[in-house]
Protein backbone atom coordinates (compact mmCIF):
# COMPACT_ATOMS: atom_id res chain seq x y z
CA UNK A 1 0.00 0.00 0.00
CA UNK A 2 1.22 3.87 -0.85
CA UNK A 3 0.82 5.68 2.87
CA UNK A 4 0.78 9.42 2.71
CA UNK A 5 1.44 10.93 6.21
CA UNK A 6 0.57 14.35 7.88
CA UNK A 7 2.73 16.10 10.18
CA UNK A 8 2.87 19.22 12.36
CA UNK A 9 5.30 18.15 14.71
CA UNK A 10 8.03 16.10 15.90
CA UNK A 11 6.83 12.93 14.28
CA UNK A 12 7.05 9.99 17.04
CA UNK A 13 4.27 8.83 14.96
CA UNK A 14 5.84 8.91 11.90
CA UNK A 15 8.78 8.24 12.66
CA UNK A 16 7.01 4.17 14.18
CA UNK A 17 5.22 3.77 10.81
CA UNK A 18 8.79 4.29 9.10
CA UNK A 19 9.90 1.59 11.18
CA UNK A 20 7.00 -0.62 10.82
CA UNK A 21 7.21 -0.69 7.00
CA UNK A 22 10.96 -1.19 7.28
CA UNK A 23 10.83 -4.09 8.74
CA UNK A 24 7.53 -4.99 6.99
CA UNK A 25 5.20 -5.29 9.83
CA UNK A 26 3.15 -2.98 7.40
CA UNK A 27 2.80 -3.99 4.00
CA UNK A 28 3.61 -0.55 2.58
CA UNK A 29 5.48 2.30 1.56
CA UNK A 30 5.25 6.31 2.60
CA UNK A 31 5.58 8.02 -0.10
CA UNK A 32 5.33 11.59 1.12
CA UNK A 33 5.17 13.25 4.14
CA UNK A 34 3.49 16.74 4.24
CA UNK A 35 3.75 19.21 6.73
CA UNK A 36 2.49 22.65 7.66
CA UNK A 37 5.01 23.70 9.21
CA UNK A 38 8.58 24.12 8.11
CA UNK A 39 10.44 23.68 12.05
CA UNK A 40 8.42 19.77 12.03
CA UNK A 41 10.66 17.68 13.44
CA UNK A 42 9.33 15.14 11.34
CA UNK A 43 10.78 16.46 8.21
CA UNK A 44 14.56 15.58 9.15
CA UNK A 45 13.11 12.20 10.45
CA UNK A 46 11.11 11.46 6.40
CA UNK A 47 14.36 12.97 4.94
CA UNK A 48 16.62 10.78 6.54
CA UNK A 49 14.57 7.54 5.68
CA UNK A 50 14.62 8.54 1.98
CA UNK A 51 11.01 9.49 1.98
CA UNK A 52 9.55 13.07 -0.34
CA UNK A 53 8.42 15.38 1.83
CA UNK A 54 6.88 18.57 1.44
CA UNK A 55 5.90 21.76 3.24
CA UNK A 56 2.55 23.63 2.90
CA UNK A 57 2.19 26.56 4.68
CA UNK A 58 -1.70 27.66 5.44
CA UNK A 59 -0.35 31.16 6.18
CA UNK A 60 0.80 30.83 2.05
CA UNK A 61 -3.11 30.56 1.37
CA UNK A 62 -6.15 32.81 1.58
CA UNK A 63 -8.87 30.32 3.30
CA UNK A 64 -8.81 27.25 4.42
CA UNK A 65 -10.51 25.85 1.34
CA UNK A 66 -7.30 26.91 -1.33
CA UNK A 67 -5.07 25.23 1.42
CA UNK A 68 -7.37 22.09 1.32
CA UNK A 69 -7.67 22.40 -2.42
CA UNK A 70 -3.70 22.80 -2.88
CA UNK A 71 -3.07 19.93 -0.03
CA UNK A 72 -5.17 17.40 -2.07
CA UNK A 73 -3.39 18.33 -5.41
CA UNK A 74 0.13 17.53 -3.28
CA UNK A 75 -1.25 14.43 -1.96
CA UNK A 76 -2.98 13.10 -5.11
CA UNK A 77 0.31 13.31 -7.41
CA UNK A 78 1.89 10.75 -5.12
CA UNK A 79 -0.97 8.49 -5.72
CA UNK A 80 -1.70 7.68 -1.56
CA UNK A 81 -3.93 4.24 -1.22
CA UNK A 82 -4.04 5.30 2.64
CA UNK A 83 -3.53 8.99 4.18
CA UNK A 84 -2.64 9.25 8.04
CA UNK A 85 -2.58 12.11 10.41
CA UNK A 86 0.19 11.74 12.78
CA UNK A 87 -0.33 14.84 14.54
CA UNK A 88 -1.34 16.84 12.03
CA UNK A 89 -2.95 19.94 13.75
CA UNK A 90 -5.00 21.57 10.98
CA UNK A 91 -8.71 21.32 11.23
CA UNK A 92 -9.67 19.35 7.54
CA UNK A 93 -12.48 20.60 5.54
CA UNK A 94 -15.35 18.90 3.53
CA UNK A 95 -13.79 18.45 0.83
CA UNK A 96 -9.99 17.35 1.84
CA UNK A 97 -12.15 14.40 4.06
CA UNK A 98 -14.15 13.91 0.74
CA UNK A 99 -11.29 13.24 -1.26
CA UNK A 100 -9.64 10.72 0.84
CA UNK A 101 -12.99 9.19 2.89
CA UNK A 102 -12.86 5.65 3.87
CA UNK A 103 -9.00 5.62 3.55
CA UNK A 104 -7.72 8.15 6.27
CA UNK A 105 -6.90 7.81 9.88
CA UNK A 106 -6.42 9.64 12.56
CA UNK A 107 -4.39 9.64 16.11
CA UNK A 108 -5.95 11.04 19.03
CA UNK A 109 -4.25 11.06 22.53
CA UNK A 110 -6.96 9.96 24.56
CA UNK A 111 -10.06 7.10 25.19
CA UNK A 112 -12.39 8.49 22.71
CA UNK A 113 -14.87 9.63 23.28
CA UNK A 114 -13.33 10.98 26.13
CA UNK A 115 -11.46 14.34 25.96
CA UNK A 116 -11.91 14.91 22.36
CA UNK A 117 -9.86 18.10 21.73
CA UNK A 118 -6.59 19.78 22.74
CA UNK A 119 -4.71 18.89 26.50
CA UNK A 120 -6.06 15.67 26.45
CA UNK A 121 -3.69 14.38 29.28
CA UNK A 122 -4.08 17.80 31.53
CA UNK A 123 -8.37 16.59 30.87
CA UNK A 124 -7.54 12.96 32.06
CA UNK A 125 -6.03 14.36 35.24
CA UNK A 126 -8.03 17.18 36.13
CA UNK A 127 -11.26 14.43 35.79
CA UNK A 128 -9.44 12.14 37.88
CA UNK A 129 -9.63 9.02 35.14
CA UNK A 130 -8.06 6.11 36.58
CA UNK A 131 -7.58 5.11 32.67
CA UNK A 132 -6.62 6.84 29.90
CA UNK A 133 -4.92 6.14 26.56
CA UNK A 134 -4.88 6.81 22.52
CA UNK A 135 -7.44 6.11 19.80
CA UNK A 136 -7.03 5.74 15.98
CA UNK A 137 -10.34 6.37 14.45
CA UNK A 138 -11.45 6.98 10.80
CA UNK A 139 -11.58 10.76 10.07
CA UNK A 140 -14.46 12.00 9.26
CA UNK A 141 -16.52 15.61 9.59
CA UNK A 142 -16.64 15.36 13.72
CA UNK A 143 -13.30 16.53 14.63
CA UNK A 144 -11.93 13.40 16.75
CA UNK A 145 -14.97 11.91 16.33
CA UNK A 146 -14.59 8.93 13.71
CA UNK A 147 -15.04 5.46 13.85
CA UNK A 148 -13.09 3.78 16.26
CA UNK A 149 -10.37 1.47 14.59
CA UNK A 150 -8.05 0.43 17.81
CA UNK A 151 -7.33 2.22 21.74
CA UNK A 152 -4.62 1.00 24.07
CA UNK A 153 -4.89 1.94 27.54
CA UNK A 154 -3.05 2.41 30.49
CA UNK A 155 -3.21 3.27 34.55
CA UNK A 156 -3.11 6.95 35.39
CA UNK A 157 -0.13 6.78 38.38
CA UNK A 158 -1.02 9.55 41.31
CA UNK A 159 2.39 10.91 40.76
CA UNK A 160 1.65 11.54 37.31
CA UNK A 161 1.36 15.27 35.70
CA UNK A 162 0.86 16.13 31.68
CA UNK A 163 4.31 15.24 31.19
CA UNK A 164 5.01 12.00 32.29
CA UNK A 165 1.34 11.02 31.19
CA UNK A 166 2.10 12.11 27.27
CA UNK A 167 5.01 10.28 27.63
CA UNK A 168 3.38 6.64 28.44
CA UNK A 169 0.55 7.26 26.43
CA UNK A 170 2.86 8.37 23.87
CA UNK A 171 5.77 5.19 24.00
CA UNK A 172 3.32 2.29 25.77
CA UNK A 173 0.41 3.29 23.89
CA UNK A 174 0.47 5.68 20.39
CA UNK A 175 3.60 3.97 18.62
CA UNK A 176 2.13 0.89 18.68
CA UNK A 177 -1.58 0.93 18.00
CA UNK A 178 -0.92 3.18 14.88
CA UNK A 179 1.40 0.61 12.80
CA UNK A 180 -1.07 -2.29 14.16
CA UNK A 181 -3.97 -0.14 12.16
CA UNK A 182 -1.78 1.19 9.11
CA UNK A 183 -0.92 -2.52 8.78
CA UNK A 184 -4.67 -3.60 8.90
CA UNK A 185 -5.33 -0.91 6.69
CA UNK A 186 -2.50 -1.57 3.97
CA UNK A 187 -3.35 -5.64 4.16
CA UNK A 188 -7.20 -4.39 3.18
CA UNK A 189 -7.82 -6.15 6.21
CA UNK A 190 -9.46 -2.59 7.75
CA UNK A 191 -12.93 -0.97 6.29
CA UNK A 192 -15.00 2.05 6.53
CA UNK A 193 -18.91 1.23 5.11
CA UNK A 194 -20.74 3.85 6.12
CA UNK A 195 -20.03 4.80 9.99
CA UNK A 196 -19.79 1.38 10.49
CA UNK A 197 -15.86 -0.35 10.44
CA UNK A 198 -14.96 -4.05 9.36
CA UNK A 199 -11.68 -5.46 10.50
CA UNK A 200 -11.30 -9.10 8.92
CA UNK A 201 -14.78 -9.00 7.81
CA UNK A 202 -15.68 -8.41 11.97
CA UNK A 203 -17.84 -5.59 12.66
CA UNK A 204 -15.85 -3.61 15.84
C1 LIG B 1 0.66 12.81 19.38
O1 LIG B 1 0.51 12.72 20.79
C2 LIG B 1 -0.68 12.64 18.73
O2 LIG B 1 -1.54 11.76 19.43
C3 LIG B 1 -1.24 14.04 18.82
O3 LIG B 1 -0.13 14.90 18.55
C4 LIG B 1 1.06 14.22 18.96
C5 LIG B 1 2.00 14.18 17.76
O4 LIG B 1 3.24 13.75 18.18
N1 LIG B 1 -2.28 14.24 17.85
P1 LIG B 1 4.32 13.31 17.04
O5 LIG B 1 4.41 14.46 16.05
O6 LIG B 1 3.78 12.06 16.39
O7 LIG B 1 5.59 13.07 17.82
Known sequence: ARIAVLISGEGRNLQALIDACADRRIDGEIVCVLSNRADAGGLLRAQRAGIASEVLSHRDYVSREAFDATMIARLRAHAPDIVVL??????LTPSFIAAFAGRMLNI????????????????????????????VHFVNEQLDGGPLVIQGELSVRPDDGPESLAARVMGEIEL?????????????????????????????
Do not use: C, N
Open 176 to 204: KIYPQAVAWMARGELALTGSQVRLRGRIL
Open 86 to 91: AGFMRI
Open 108 to 135: HPSLLPRHAGLHTHEAALAAGDARHGAT
